[in-house]
């Protein structure tokens, strides 16, 4: 069992940065693939960004690839998302996400076992 918890949202103005993380419990931390999910008012949940469990493969969507960054520390059982240039579209609430050690970059909600409870980003324009 993972428990996650995201911190960091908030309110930004357009071309701003926020950085989000997820600290998880457990002491197997880096047998989990992480990734980062976003939902719009209106809008399915959407793939962001994930990271290996070693943190040597990230994939991103498209939207987001050279504005955001996914990085994880081991030894704090915290990944982050570093979001900068941000756009008003990118505004959601951002949800964290453990994958076992299968995930394969899947952008699929469903190789996710584990989810936090999302924190809200807001970009004004």
């Known amino acids: 069992q993972v428990q996650l918890v995201e911190s960091g949202g908030g309110l930004v103005q357009a071309g701003g940065s926020l950085r989000l993380s997820c600290a998880a419990s457990?002491?197997?931390?880096?047998?989990?693939?992480m990734g980062w999910f976003r939902q719009a008012p209106g809008k399915e949940r959407e793939f962001v960004a994930a990271?290996?469990?070693?943190?040597?493969?990230?994939y991103y969507v498209d939207s987001v690839k050279g504005r955001f960054t996914i990085s994880r520390d081991n030894a704090k059982n915290t990944v982050y998302l570093q979001m900068n240039s941000l756009k008003p579209e990118d505004a959601a609430v951002y949800y964290c996400?453990?994958?076992?050690?299968?995930?394969?970059?899947?952008?699929?909600?469903?190789?996710?076992?584990?989810w936090g409870q999302g924190t809200q980003v807001i970009v004004s324009s």
């Open positions: 457990g002491r197997t931390f880096s047998s989990y693939a």
């Open positions: 996400a453990a994958a076992g050690a299968y995930y394969r970059g899947s952008s699929n909600s469903n190789e996710f076992a584990y």
């Open positions: 990271i290996s469990g070693s943190g040597g493969r990230t």
